[in-house]
């Protein structure tokens, strides 16, 4: 599976490149364009130099008097992409939807988790087409903001049922479903009904261009979005956050702003205030979700920790039972004695939570029978380990709460403020 994975993630994200890196040039070519007296027929032309060769690029109104032999199309790096993210979705999500796809302790069952994913892609295509055709399409900035709503709306309506990965991976997959329907269902058929058109000689349909505009316009926005959804991945404070969705539509927003600024910028400096803005966007992104502040002082001494009971270390399977939490003790003498101790916390508590929630899978060895390494090369087998994992620790389990992954192993909320106030108070193992 691991293998297969690299596999199709690296097909993907060559593919990927392929794709939007030709989407960038071309829109870099119509930006640039020399359109001051071209030649007959032609809109405009280009000089550049790339890799030690000097190009002289036109582009015609709308078809050159007789077809080349040779015109180059670029679909196939739009549809491998998809086709890859599919798969890749397929092995990451679905291939093991409770512990992926479905928010921890959710009461769907992974077949009606993946059904709504499935769904949701499939009619979130239609129901984008539907809107680009309706009374809508004549006011593209009204038409964008209604979808930009909509993609939100998605995020936040995946992230009531799915783990916060999974909301955000549909999200930038219901993106790049619509990207992919797009040039499928709309751009290649109307640079088809073109190319016929010059080949019979007829006068093409000046409107068959102008067809495809709106749709490859969206897309030239999406593609920002999308390419953060699919690093999002490695950021925990973004996907794994109660507001995961909120996160999205701010980053997205920015990059929207990057990409007009980009768009723009060649013929006007009115959106020049676009790029600082988005990178201000990102820094406010940044501190409001900073992690807050760990309580401190004697608000620690509350915090107690309670083996669970009757767990052995190594985890509960997953069709056990969900234990009963124990309360938390709350004897007047037991606070003035953990006080007196300055709040430090005792390593050995940590030691038996990393074991019981953490170390089935994260072990040289995991006993999980879902893992035969350790995932992510993440490895709680010494005291050592654990105190230099310390901030990795707090990141996955304390602030974001995304490990355990999809809480198979039921670690408690109290667990949890543990680990934090043990990493707070310099996490010492001795
Ligand atoms: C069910 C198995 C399982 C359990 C239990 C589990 N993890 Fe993980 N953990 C994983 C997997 C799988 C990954 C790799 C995630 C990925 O694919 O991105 C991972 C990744 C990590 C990472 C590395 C993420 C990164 O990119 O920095 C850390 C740190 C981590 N886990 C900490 C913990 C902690 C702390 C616990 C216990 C509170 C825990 N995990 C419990 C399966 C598990």
């Not at 409770?98 to 988790?113: D, Q, V």
């Not at 087409?129 to 995020?155: N, Q, T, Y």
């Not at 993106?175 to 088809?192: C, W, Y």
């Not at 400096?269 to 990102?282: S, T």
Request: with cysteine; aromatic share 10%.
């Amino acid at each position: 599976m691991e293998w297969l994975n690299l596999g199709v993630r690296w097909i993907h994200m060559i593919v990927g490149i392929a794709w939007i890196g030709a989407s960038f040039y071309f829109v870099w070519l119509e930006n640039n364009l020399n359109r001051a007296n071209p030649r007959e027929g032609l809109s405009g032309d280009l000089w550049a130099i790339h890799g030690g060769g000097i190009y002289h690029l036109e582009k015609y109104k709308l078809a050159p008097p007789t077809m080349p032999d040779n015109l180059h199309w670029f679909k196939w790096e739009a549809y491998w992409t998809w086709m890859s993210g599919i798969v890749l979705l397929c092995i990451v999500f679905y291939s093991n939807p409770t512990l992926y796809l479905l928010a921890p302790g959710s009461t769907l069952s992974g077949g009606e988790g993946i059904a709504i994913g499935v769904g949701a892609l499939i009619a979130s295509w239609f129901i984008y087409d539907l809107l680009c055709d309706s009374p809508l399409g004549k006011r593209p900035g009204l038409l964008g903001l209604v979808l930009f709503v909509l993609v939100i709306g998605a995020c936040y309506g995946f992230s009531q049922v799915f783990s916060g990965r999974g909301a955000y991976l549909h999200t930038g997959a219901i993106i790049g479903t619509i990207m992919v329907g797009n040039v499928f269902r709309i751009i290649m058929p109307a640079q088809r009904a073109l190319v016929a058109a010059i080949a019979e000689n007829r006068t093409p349909d000046p409107t068959l261009p102008a067809k495809g505009l709106l749709r490859s316009r969206h897309n030239n926005y999406f593609t920002l979005p999308v390419l953060f959804i699919m690093i999002s991945n490695h950021f925990p404070s973004t996907y794994g956050s109660q507001y995961n969705w909120l996160i999205l539509a701010g980053i997205a927003v920015c990059a929207v702003l990057v990409r007009h600024y980009f768009n723009t910028r060649h013929n006007s400096h009115k959106f020049a205030w676009a790029l600082p803005v988005g990178a201000l966007g990102m820094i406010c992104l940044a501190y409001v979700t900073g992690p807050a502040p760990m309580p401190r002082g004697p608000e620690v001494a509350k915090i107690e920790y309670q083996p669970l009971p009757g767990t052995a270390i190594g985890g509960h399977r997953a069709d056990e039972p969900k234990p009963e939490v124990a309360p938390a003790p709350a004897t007047p003498a037991a606070a003035p004695a953990q006080a007196s101790n300055s709040g430090a916390v005792d390593f050995e508590k940590v030691h038996s939570v990393i074991q019981e929630r953490c170390a089935v899978c994260h072990s040289a060895k995991p006993t999980s029978p879902l893992f035969s390494s350790a995932p992510a090369g993440i490895m709680f087998d010494t005291p050592q380990q654990i105190q230099q994992l310390a901030p990795r620790i707090q990141a996955q389990a304390v602030t974001a709460q995304i490990m355990p992954l999809g809480n198979i192993t039921q670690m408690t909320q109290q667990e949890r403020d543990l680990l934090g106030q043990w990493i707070d108070k310099g996490a010492q193992t001795n």
